[in-house]
């Protein structure tokens, strides 16, 4: 490789290896942004906690009418329900803390990182803004109409699809008599957002 090239390769690697390095002030103001996120992280570890015992409670519901006899299947469930509602509140406090401590390491160094200090001041600019947290709070608010409009236009499609699916699952279960819940509409949508994440039941 020519002599140029060697050169032109270290100025790059040193002006690359400069833009990367942080400053008091960078890290100042990544902390900051971490710190604007904190709720959004911990729902971040609450949702990574809860997610085996859903998924649990989800093959439990599968599994319990045909390993429990119908006699016991109620009392199962509920003690079910309590082991799940146990591991919640011991494994959330767990991972969630564990996610607060992390994240301004791991967080606000790719935010070092990969951001100039300018534009980390734009950000805190912009989550720091009132008008952003109005926005935010918004959120729920401008989503319901939206929800009810979607439920309210795609009811007469969707809700005969339900029913036959029902119907269907029944005949293959071997139920003859109809479910008795047979056409009623689809359980509501919960207006504070679609990628909320089911808390597993039984958990507060």
Same mark, same amino acid.
């Given at each position: 490789?020519?002599?140029?090239?060697?050169?032109?390769?270290?100025?790059?690697?040193?002006?690359?290896?400069?833009? #990367?390095?942080?400053?008091?002030?960078?890290? !100042?103001?990544?902390?900051?942004?971490?710190?604007?996120?904190?709720?959004?992280?911990?729902?971040?570890?609450?949702?990574?906690?809860?997610?085996?015992?859903?998924?649990?409670?989800?093959? +439990?519901?599968?599994?319990?009418?045909?390993?429990? #006899?119908?006699?016991? /299947?109620?009392?199962?469930?509920? !003690?079910? /329900?309590?082991?799940?509602?146990?591991?919640?509140?011991?494994?959330?406090?767990?991972? @969630?803390?564990?996610?607060?401590?992390?994240?301004?390491?791991?967080?606000?160094?790719?935010?070092?990182?990969?951001?100039?200090?300018?534009?980390?001041? /734009?950000?805190? +600019?912009?989550?720091?803004?009132? #008008?952003?947290?109005?926005?935010?709070?918004?959120?729920?608010?401008?989503?319901?109409?939206?929800?009810?409009?979607?439920?309210?236009?795609?009811?007469?499609?969707? !809700?005969?699809?339900?029913?036959?699916?029902?119907?269907?699952?029944? @005949?293959?279960?071997?139920?003859?008599?109809?479910?008795?819940?047979?056409?009623?509409?689809?359980?509501?949508?919960?207006?504070?957002?679609?990628?909320?994440?089911?808390?597993?039941?039984?958990?507060?």
């Amino acid at each position: 490789m020519h002599y140029k090239t060697l050169i032109t390769l270290a100025l790059l690697s040193t002006a690359l290896g400069a833009q #990367a390095q942080s400053t008091p002030a960078k890290k !100042e103001l990544a902390a900051r942004i971490v710190k604007l996120q904190q709720p959004g992280i911990e729902s971040l570890g609450r949702q990574l906690a809860e997610q085996p015992a859903a998924a649990m409670m989800d093959r +439990a519901g599968q599994v319990l009418p045909s390993r429990v #006899a119908p006699e016991r /299947q109620e009392a199962v469930g509920k !003690e079910i /329900q309590a082991d799940v509602k146990k591991y919640v509140e011991e494994a959330v406090p767990v991972v @969630r803390d564990r996610a607060v401590k992390l994240a301004p390491s791991i967080v606000g160094g790719m935010l070092e990182e990969k951001f100039t200090e300018d534009e980390l001041r /734009q950000i805190v +600019a912009v989550m720091e803004s009132p #008008a952003w947290a109005k926005f935010q709070q918004m959120g729920p608010e401008l989503q319901k109409p939206l929800v009810e409009k979607l439920l309210a236009e795609t009811r007469p499609i969707i !809700e005969p699809k339900v029913k036959a699916l029902e119907q269907s699952i029944a @005949r293959r279960l071997g139920i003859t008599e109809p479910a008795a819940n047979a056409g009623s509409p689809p359980p509501a949508v919960n207006p504070s957002g679609p990628f909320k994440t089911t808390k597993p039941a039984g958990a507060k």
